[in-house]
């Protein structure tokens, strides 16, 4: 292990969380709000820690998968870490816990809270617990890789290590070009979703505030009762396009930059994901349509956004859906296990996973009529290796242990199974909102301190996609 080179990426990375934060100490300053010192003592703080340890000596630049791993790993919890102080700093959240729930939620843009009222925060506060969505959304070190140059050599290992679904290919030779290049996406969804809900009446802070919780399909809002607050269908509906927008591969934006129409149409993976969406948005408008809303319109209104805002892990609701019908609600609960594309902002198992064990479980019910045939598993067209098959059920297999082993846990604080499972369901799968104890209206701020500790190891487990963090448990990664 070069630890050298570690520590040093590490001290990049936090140089970078000390530039992230310089917009929200510029609002607290704009606002004369008492945040501001809480914002300066973090950035000094950063700045200190990372020139520290960019200056660790190391013997390579080289980064290797061992490192990679470890800088991934290690570097969100840094960040998350160092990330907590403007909260406990500012007194916002005076618990250290708290402060750290709420950071990795949403750096991991899960969206889960432990503030009841949100509306009493200082505006500096909340655009940094909003930006840290946007953040860490398509990755903060892919993110970090994109502006700093130095961490170049070796970048793919890391891009493999961050980057969401079981296959990370680079779209350019070099990794700090394709970074860019998906950073250049992102940025461009963004800047486009801030200008239509200015348009739509919000103001240029709030647009920005629950953009970067749409792109980054994270949920965090400035409003207690979150989207529904504006009771505007023309913010919902732009809010609910950009959510499945941002649910998709991000690769296939630089295939429509580069007019490569058929491998866009013909993606198996998209056509599944577009199709689950609409599949679901149908059968819960039909079974509301007359028994909550006043219109058919609202009804699939709703259904729509709610659809979106599940399927892509984001978090964000316009109406109380615990007063659907269990039918409707079960629609809900079953795509908290969907999640988003490969290469999305969004979590869960990924739309890509599930259609690779579709066709697994289609190759050996033909393989039982037809023993000796060759059925190898195949997407648009390209087949799907051993190794990457065996990733995918291995990460299923371990993704239900880890929902049922914490079900169980979450059990003893003695909530109703309804309530234990959405819980760890809405953490491992980088949701937020779930059901009953933990629904709509409701926050985590009711868990004990364990609890809380494990739910946020159960959001860096969903958004590193398992096996990073647990590689780093096993004895043998550490030897030499």
Excluded at 58 to 83: C, D, M, P, Q, Y
Excluded at 280 to 298: A, P, R
């Amino acid at each position: 292990m070069n630890y050298g080179i570690v520590i040093k990426v590490l001290g990049s990375l936090l140089l970078f969380e000390a530039i992230a934060l310089v917009p929200s100490l510029g609002i607290s300053l704009y606002t004369g709000e008492h945040d501001s010192q809480a914002f300066t003592y973090t950035i000094l703080i950063l700045i200190t820690v990372g020139f520290a340890m960019v200056k660790i000596p190391n013997k390579s630049r080289r980064i290797k998968s061992k490192e990679a791993l470890t800088i991934v790993t290690l570097g969100w919890i840094l960040v998350s870490f160092f990330g907590s102080l403007p909260f406990v700093f500012s007194g916002s959240i005076p618990s250290f816990v708290d402060a750290f729930f709420e950071t990795i939620s949403g750096l991991t843009t899960t969206g889960a809270t432990i503030i009841d009222d949100i509306e009493v925060l200082p505006k500096g506060i909340l655009f940094w617990r909003s930006f840290t969505h946007w953040l860490g959304g398509m990755g903060i070190l892919v993110l970090t890789l994109a502006i700093l140059p130095a961490i170049g050599v070796g970048g793919f290992q890391i891009f493999k290590a961050e980057s969401p679904g079981p296959i990370s290919d680079k779209l350019v030779p070099r990794m700090k070009d394709t970074a860019k290049i998906l950073y250049t996406a992102y940025l461009g969804i963004t800047i486009l979703q801030i200008i239509l809900l200015y348009i739509g009446g919000l103001s240029f802070y709030e647009s920005l505030i629950h953009t970067f919780g749409t792109v980054g399909t994270g949920g965090f809002s400035t409003r207690n009762s979150s989207i529904g607050a504006f009771d505007s269908s023309y913010i919902v509906l732009v809010i609910a396009f950009f959510m499945i927008v941002s649910g998709v591969n991000f690769s296939l934006y630089y295939d429509l930059y580069k007019r490569r129409w058929r491998g866009i149409i013909r993606n198996s993976e998209l056509k599944l994901y577009l199709s689950i969406i609409a599949a679901c948005v149908l059968l819960i408008t039909i079974n509301l349509n007359g028994k909550l809303y006043d219109s058919l319109f609202d009804t699939f209104k709703h259904a729509l956004f709610q659809v979106a805002s599940f399927i892509t892990t984001t978090g964000y609701a316009t109406t109380n859906y615990e007063e659907w019908t269990s039918f409707s609600r079960a629609i809900l609960f079953f795509l908290m296990f969907v999640g988003g594309s490969a290469g999305s902002t969004g979590g869960g198992v990924k739309v890509i996973r599930l259609l690779i064990l579709f066709k697994l479980v289609k190759r050996e019910i033909a393989k039982i009529l037809h023993p000796r045939a060759m059925i190898p598993v195949q997407i648009n067209g390209k087949v799907i290796s051993s190794d990457v098959v065996a990733s995918v059920t291995s990460f299923f297999f371990l993704y239900l242990i880890l929902f049922a082993v914490g079900t169980l846990l979450i059990s003893l604080e003695g909530i109703g199974f309804l309530s234990a499972s959405s819980s760890v369901a809405a953490t491992l799968g980088n949701i937020g909102p779930g059901f009953e104890f933990v629904g709509p209206t409701q926050t985590y701020s009711q868990f004990t301190v364990p609890s809380k500790l494990f739910l946020s190891l159960l959001m860096l487990f969903g958004r590193l996609e398992l096996f990073t963090v647990f590689i780093l448990l096993t004895p043998s990664f550490w030897e030499k």
